[in-house]
Structure formats: C-alpha cells, structure tokens
C-alpha cells in the first residue's frame, strides 16, 4: 500500500526559521507531484478528510491536547503569522490506496444486493406453498405406509370396504392436487411490500391442522401399533377432508371474496392530470395498488414526457417576460404623491397590455401548433393510402405472376415503407411521440396489418392517438418499480376515504378511495288495465 495515502493535511511549527525550510520542502513536493501526475492520471483517488477527526500527529484526549503538543491558541498565532500566500504555496500529498473503491463500483455493489434480495423475495412465496403441498400431500400416504412396514404381521386383513377407501382417497387426492397447483403454484405478478394475510392465515391453519394429526397419530396409533388397518384408513380420509374444506375456504378468502364491487377508486396521474374510475371489492391497500396498476397499464396512455415539457417551455417563454408592478407597495412612494398618479396608472396599463399581448401570443402558437399536427396527419393519412393501393395493386399483379416472382409480405413491407416514412417521422416528431416508436417495431406493425389484409386506419390509428401503456415495448414504459406511500398499514382493507400514493420515476398516481352507496330500489305497480284506452270517431263526415 502506498504509505503516501495516509497522511494528507499540513505541518506547521513554531520557529520563524523553520518556516523557509517548510516552504523549499514544499516546492520540491510540488514538483515532485507533477512529475508523477502523468505516470498516475488513469487512477483514481478519493480523499475524505473529515473535519473534526484527530490526526495521528495531533492526538486529543478528552477534548484537550496531550502533554508535549502545541496547544491550539499557539496554532492560531502561528496561522496569524504566516503570510497571505499559504493557500497557494501549500501542497497536500494525497496517493491511490489499493483499497480504494470508485462510487461506480459501490453503486454496482448495493444494485447486485438489491437484485438478489427481490430475487430471493419473488419466490420465497411460491417455495413456502411449494414445501406446504408437499407435506399437505404426503402426510396421508405417510399414514398408510407407516403401520405396513413397522408392524404387518400384525394388521388385520382389509376388506373390500377399507379397499374402497383406497379409491376413495386416491381420488381425493389427485383433486387436492390440483386445486393447490390452481390456487398456490401460480407464478407471481409483482413483488408486494409485505406478506398477504389471508395467505399466512391459510398456511399456518394447514401446518397446525397437518400437525394436529400428526401429534394424534403419533400417542394413538405408533405408540399402541393399533392392529385396525382399516380404521388407520379411516383416519387418513378425515385428514384428506379437512384438507380439502381447508382449500375450500382458501378459495373463499383469495378468489371470491373480492369479487363484489365495494368502493370507486380514482386514479389520477400527478402529470398531465389523465384521469380513470374503477371499481374494486374488499382487498387490502397493497392487493388494491396492484389491482389499480394493472388497470393503468391497461387503460392510461402511454406517459410522455417530452409533450408536457414542450408545453411547458411555451407558456414560460412567453411568461418570461411580464413584469408585474406593485403601485401599493409600502417602499412605493409613487402612489402616494398626487402628481405621479398618472404615471402610476399608465405603469399599470402598459403592464396589463403586455400581459394581454404574451397571452395572445401564446394562443396563437398553440393554435399554429395545431394546425400543423392537422397539415401533417392530412399527408400522413395521404401517403399510407397510396402505400396501401400500391400494395394491393402489387397484390392483383402477383396473382398473374410466376410462383418465384411473388414477393413476401415482409418484402413488400421494406418495399413501400419508404414511401410513408418521411411523413410518418414528421407527425411523430411534431406530436412528440418520436421515442414510442422504433423502425422495427413500425415496419412489424405494417407486416402485420399486411398479412391480416387490415385497411390504412387501422395501421395509422397505432400513431394517431396515443395508446395504452401495454401496446409499447417494456422499454418505453418508464416505470418498473413503483412506491407506496400510504399513512395506513398496507396489509390492512381499504375503506372510505383511504388516500394514497403510487410513485415511479416521473410522475405519481394518487390514489381516492370512496365507498359505493346503498342503492334502494322500490317497486311501483302499474295496472295494465290503466294503459286501455277508447278511441271515439264521428260516422259522419264532411265528404
């Protein structure tokens, strides 16, 4: 290790004549540091001085310089005596220490961790269901091959009843079985922050019923070795019955409970203030935020964030330069002379005029900026309507053509992309959605509309409007991991009035929860008589 990296401050001592020494030695430090500056550039050093840390060469105890050393108003003096220059002619020595780590390499470190521990965290739920099955499926079978082996000289002969239980609870199991790899195994939908309850609930009451049996089989039946074979049968099926209601009243808890509509959510998004309702049944807050994010990815358009900011720009551009007069303020004396009340006043009027100019200028670039989004959709729509008649007048030709002369439908999308790419650039770039959308995924998309024989609309109505977030790449979603804030517990039921927050990298959903009402309905009965009618007409006519 470098011992130069050890030592980093400065040296000073009492003598005046010591002082050119310390400054010679400075000098030739100096250059001695610049000649090796080169032979070091692609290390790095970080040197962290902490203020108020002792050095190895003024040791304080207790707040108080030990014997032998300087005191620190003999320091003041000194620093008072030397001349002004000391900044400048002073050098720190500082060194590249092997155990130096860049902050690249800490952040590499804690993001390594991270993943992991969500890793580890993502399927630690499907392990422990995982573990629970298996113990919940082989507890019965462990029941009956336990007697078997242990005591079988011993055991009455099965009849054809107890025989009947075997199929019986074969049967049984196999539909356990399933139901738990339907219900428990299915592979997770995001990472909560914190254990669901119901799903604690329901696994601690299998491994407390499975070790109830356990515990009753154990002093019963292996202790006593009981010689009824079919009784042990018996007592293997009621474990398999209650397992079973057990999964019953899981898919009770978990799937159906939540299935009636309890409350109205409004979501709004803290950017450009997009706007969904939803209904939802009784979930606690977090099982609620993931219902509400699969909504968004489903139903908000896509976030874009270069729209707002163009928005933006344009209003403060224009804003910049309003300058706003205070004619009451209390270091005014304007206002109080009768004689420059005129002035006031046309001070005020010409500040209003500009105000009503900036707003009337930014109308109207608002208003050319829509009207060329309109000029380019109408070449856009223009262009992809003669691509697509090129295309099925390509397509009647190759129905007279040689089987080798048809050409692919990949081939005739690279064939006339060309001629609608121009335009469909310029609407992206005008509209701000140029990132959304990749060559690829465009040229994709046309394939595509080509294959299934789709019309031009339905090929432009992917980049007219904005669409929800799923029909993008997950590269383009700009929200991977999000956080909730919330001042309630998180495992705890939504209820009337629960406000929280969903936050993400650019923007944030906050979230209101608002009960539905108790609806009334009451029934009025009509007579059908009442709907008869008698319709009455003169025999006499005027013809």
Partial sequence: MDTESTHSGYSYHSSRSGRSNRHGDRNRERHKVSSSKDSSRSERSVVINPPDTPSQESPVHNGEPLPGEPSPAADLEEDEAQDDNWGETTTAVTGTSELSVSQEEVVGLGKGIQDRTQGFRRYLPLAVGLCVGLLVLATPLVFLLLPAVM?????????????????????????????????????????????????????????????SYWLF????????????????????????????????LAVVLLELRQLQPCYSVSVIRSTDGETRHYNIGQLSIQRACLSILEYYYRDFPLHNPALLSASKHRAAKHLAGLKVYNVDAPGNTAG?????????????????????????????????????????????????????????????????????????????????????????????????????????????????????????KAFLEAYLAPGPTLQYGPERWMADQWTLISEASVTSGVKEGTEFLLRCLDFSLAVTIRGI?????????VDPKSHKFILLLQSETSV
């Avoid at 195994?185 to 407390?208: H, K």
């Fill in 151 to 211: 005591w079988p000289d011993r055991l009455q002969a099965c009849g054809s009843a107890c025989e009947g239980l075997f199929l019986s609870i074969s049967f049984k199991l196999l539909i356990l079985l399933v139901a738990i790899w339907a219900l428990f195994l299915r592979p997770g939908r995001a990472s909560l922050p914190r254990m669901c309850v119901y799903r604690a609930f329901l696994s601690t009451l299998t491994l407390l019923l499975t070790m």
């Fill in 217 to 248: 089989y154990g002093v019963r039946i292996l202790d006593a070795q009981d010689e009824d074979y079919h009784g042990i049968v018996q007592f293997a099926v009621s474990l398999v019955d209650s397992q079973l209601f057990v999964h019953y």
């Fill in 517 to 525: 009402p108790y609806i009334r309905l009451m029934e009025e009965y």
């Fill in 336 to 456: 109080a002379q009768p004689g420059n009340g005129n002035q006031s006043r046309a001070m005020v009027t010409a500040a209003a005029k500009r105000k009503d100019s900036a707003h009337n200028e930014l109308y109207y670039e608002e208003a050319d900026y829509e009207r060329r989004v309109r000029k380019r959709r109408a070449r856009l729509v223009v262009a992809v309507e003669e691509a697509f008649t090129h295309v099925r007048r390509m397509k009647k030709e190759d129905e007279r053509a040689a089987p080798s002369d048809i050409m692919d439908v990949r081939e005739a999308a690279l064939a006339i992309f060309p001629s609608m790419a121009r335009a469909l650039q310029k609407y992206l770039r005008t509209t701000r959605r140029q990132h959304c959308h990749s060559m690829e995924s465009i040229q994709k998309h046309l394939a595509f509309c080509l294959v299934n024989n789709m019309s031009p």
